[in-house]
């Protein structure tokens, strides 16, 4: 019997993501000021993300435009950020 991987929460993906984001920057050698600045976001802001929240007890809902800037940036498809297993949407 096969089975399911479970589904994370939102906390959970925004916070693999922000380990992802993490990860691509210390393999570019960036530091997470000069990265926020690069893409065009406050260095505030690039903080919270690879913390995973957008404010505290939150987890971070970026833009799509954000995430690409990011990705042109670390020079990373969005696929290598984004977390294989999604949450549900509906879990919101």
């Known amino acids: 019997m096969a089975t399911r991987k479970r589904k994370p929460t939102w906390e959970q993906y925004a916070r693999e993501l922000g380990i992802n984001l993490l990860n691509a920057r ?27 929240e957008s404010r505290p007890g939150a987890p971070m809902n970026p833009r799509l435009n ?18 294989e297993t999604y949450p549900d949407v509906l879990d919101r």
Not at 66 to 83: K, S, Y
């Open 26 to 52: 210390m393999e570019r050698g960036l530091s997470q000021e000069r990265l926020a600045h690069f893409a065009g976001i406050s260095s505030y802001t690039y903080q919270k993300f690879e913390k995973g």
């Open 66 to 83: 954000t995430l690409l800037a990011l990705c042109n940036v670390l020079d990373v498809r969005i696929e290598d950020l984004l977390p």
